[in-house]
């Protein structure tokens, strides 16, 4: 069978990692990956961490892949899909035919319509810049330590990320949104408030309610930014962070249905020609797009459960028929062979320091289910707005700012679907210290609790790596893909490498092979 | 001395006690009470219980006070007010002389002004009520049996209570209240919603924003009431709960300054002549009057003060002078002899089957001190909603509605002034079953716990009382005034009287009488 994969991201990656675990033993599939960046696949959640300064950009890097995965081509754009003859065409002139072909373009950072934008050719030159790429980070970073007054507008996670990362490095940073509360797309106005009460402690300037109209400039450099109130805020720096938008212009000039995403079936095959398939933010699914890497990493999953069913028809000359309508919403009785998105996809962790906000499932106050029960702890003079939705005694959403290790509790609580006690308000707070259970400890963490949500990766697995030779994180993530995901557990799985360390010091080299209780 | 009381209510009766209480041994004054009602003194907060069924009328007694106290003439109305000559004039025309008069005359029910009100001279008997007094409450239970519908007008405290004691009578209640939510004296708006929830589940129907404008009534009985927005309900029984009005005629055709109510300073003396003083419902002392009986207490407490350092001035010719500019606010540093309010005379707490609602302090969202911090738990599908305001680390108001158990421990916190929690908001929660510390079993419960709040009785007072030959509730109350307040304690205090029946059945009859541990 013959694959092409356009776009070498975290979830076109992801792709060829779960062709390879799906495929039968014994089988070699040719398959290709167009990469457009230079660079090897890496972590694009941890860009604003890049920004901060707390990873350097090599050290975000994905882990390489094995030679049965395919040939990855970086720096190769693909600028053409003819359909008709089963191939894709990249920017070296080169052809590629496919069997199957997958689009994992993903999406691009919104420019926003700006006046005077337009006359800085080269954004990041004149101090413009997006953050999508790890090119946009290191730009961002090259001009960080001339510049004293930064602007970021977009007021989403991204946005307060490169803020916080801004206000890190010393400059006066000012945070403008043009809605009502930040993140409002995750936070009701309660949490938008408390949230951006952190991030006026930790020194943002938030200016809500804003929408910029004009970038001032000189000399090629930019200078300033109006708001539409008609206020001036001088700057040397701007980041946009806007929102993205899907990337769909090969799949558009293929005469393939898109919308604002490429659109794709439950089976995530394009309506239009079953041989094309799209995954990530460049896809559009039934359910919608959450743009957040889980969601594009269980997509990868499934697609490889879809190609394998349908190897033979994609192998044949034929086109290959659907078995079930690709507009359905995923039926959920076809769970074992088409599983769901596990629980915990959409959790949301906004990282820097001096910020604690996590959302995840229904949240916010909006699209509450039916009998669903909602409860708050308001605490605006401490900073504190946490948020939790029940439904038949299970955690389907909430919202935590400020609330420390609760958030860690709730997120718990949701992806694992345990019952929640008799008053859900217990997980609104922890045990006072007295009575505190210290789950938190390596020692007392059973081998079953996950410490890489996004990766699904428990202690066991951990431990199990340990005993297998990985002696540091980075070991650790080459063996498990611990902390490749949002990365937000790297402290917890330092501490259980620095806990192996101390309490098991003859195993390092000692070859021990058993599960260690996974 | 010769000292006129007028009005042997709840207060009145307090000054009586707290007079011969701070008497010197040896001195006999001539103590008049004037006391227009025929029943002996009874606890007027208990009122909505007595409707209720949950107490009788004659239960609701306050004890009886000894001969040194003073004559008590009952069913004796002061008609008439001499200042010149220093003399009160009764119904029976009997003259009273004084060297201080104490006015507790009270407050009234305010009767709203609705249409077709006047043309039922009898309410009683027409079926619309009031409840101020004794008569009220046995009037109203001698219809209950015989009315299918009832409706309530006004939704402060007393309102809520008198709906719920009529919906356990099984009648078809209607509460109207002008407010957009109820208790909006005492509630904020999430509050006064979880209230409502709280009532409407009790089987109360709440119509707030609501406004009566007309009584519809035939051969002389009430049969409808119809409010602005033009709705009709009909009714067999009407209870008005609009509020109450300080009875100042016989200051006002004295010539006393009168506003609202009795104008006083400070030291409760009029400004108008040094030897009038008021206290309770009557009076308008500088810091305003909360309505509540605690105040009102405190006021003879301190009014016992002040006469007793007055006393020679009083009782010479010569008009007395004021120590203090009486318009004064209580100085603090004045204290010792003119003591300040103590903590928690206003915690208001709802009585009544279905609900619970208790508040104190500042809450409502309404005049928060500066630096005050505001937690707030909302649990709007659990009927739940508790409010916090916490000032340097002591907490200074709190609302609970629905709050269980954790009501108790807000009023404990706020009455004995304990330092918060690091974090308040543990407060808002109690530990979970497993971890929870029984304070409430009468054997762990230390000597020190108050248990009556508005007589500040502790345990060890009531076990000293026990050892002292009380054998019930009713012992308890005449010799520690436990109970006698807002009943609120009348459970606690039976539960200890209940544990020293059993733990301590040899006690009975031993006379030993140390002090327990008080």
Redesign the interface.
């Known amino acids: 069978m013959r694959v092409v994969v356009v776009g070498h991201g975290m979830v076109g990656h992801r792709v060829l990692d779960e062709l390879a675990a799906h495929r039968p033993a014994g089988d070699v599939d040719d398959v290709v990956v167009l990469g457009a960046e230079q660079a090897e696949p890496y972590n694009r959640v941890l860009l604003s961490e890049v920004v901060a300064g707390r990873y350097a950009p090599s050290s975000i890097r994905l882990p390489a892949l094995g030679e049965r995965c395919g040939r990855i081509l970086t720096g190769r754009r693909a600028v053409h899909l003819d359909r008709a003859a089963r191939l894709v065409v990249d920017d070296a002139g080169q052809s590629h035919p496919y069997d199957a072909l997958i689009l994992a373009t993903g999406a691009s950072a919104r420019v926003p319509d700006v006046e005077g934008l337009a006359d800085l050719p080269l954004l990041a030159d004149a101090g413009v810049h997006v953050l999508r790429g790890v090119d946009d980070a290191v730009g961002i970073l090259a001009q960080v330590h001339d510049a004293r007054r930064a602007t970021v507008v977009g007021g989403g996670v991204l946005g307060l990320e490169i803020a916080l990362a801004l206000v890190g490095h010393g400059l006066a940073t000012t945070l403008v949104h043009g809605g009502d509360t930040v993140m409002d797309r995750q936070l009701g106005p309660a949490a938008g408030a408390a949230a951006a009460g952190a991030l006026e402690t930790a020194g943002v300037r938030v200016r809500t309610g804003a929408r910029p109209t004009a970038v001032g400039h000189r000399d090629g450099r930019v200078t300033s930014l109006t708001l539409a109130d008609g206020s001036q805020l001088l700057t040397d720096l701007v980041v946009l962070a806007a929102g993205t938008q899907p990337d769909v212009d090969l799949a558009r000039a293929a005469g393939l249905p898109v919308s604002r995403g490429i659109v794709v079936g439950a089976d995530l095959a394009s309506p239009g020609d079953p041989r094309v398939f799209a995954v990530g933010d460049c896809a559009q699914p039934p359910q919608g797009s959450t743009g957040l890497v889980a969601q594009g990493w269980e997509q990868a999953r499934r697609l490889a459960v879809v190609i394998e069913r349908r190897r033979a028809a994609l192998t044949s000359g034929e086109p290959p028929v659907a078995e079930s309508d690709p507009t359905d919403p995923i039926d959920p009785a076809d769970g074992g062979e088409l599983p769901l998105p596990a629980g915990g996809t959409d959790v949301v962790r906004v990282k820097g320091a001096g910020i604690d906000v996590v959302s995840m499932g229904v949240s916010g106050g909006t699209h509450r289910p039916d009998g ?11 900073g ?1 707005y946490l948020e939790l939705v029940v439904l038949d005694r299970r955690v389907v959403g909430a919202t935590c700012v400020g609330g420390g290790r609760v958030a860690s509790d709730l997120v718990a609580a949701y992806t694992r679907g345990t019952l929640v ?1 008799a ?1 859900p ?2 997980l ?2 922890r ?2 210290a007295g ?1 505190a259970v210290t789950t938190d400890s390596p020692l007392r963490m059973p081998d079953s609790a996950t410490l890489c949500r996004c990766n699904s990766v428990t202690k066991g697995q951990v431990v199990a790596a340990w005993r297998d030779g990985a002696r540091s994180v980075g070991d650790v993530a080459a063996c498990t893909r611990a902390t490749t995901g949002c990365g937000g557990c790297a402290d917890a799985v330092g501490g259980v490498v620095e806990w192996l360390r101390e309490s098991d010091p003859e195993q390092a080299s000692a070859p021990a092979r058993d599960a260690a209780g996974v």
């Open positions: 669903a029960r909602r409860l708050a702890l308001a605490d605006p003079d401490g504190r006690p008053d308000a217990q609104l707070l045990p006072v009575a």
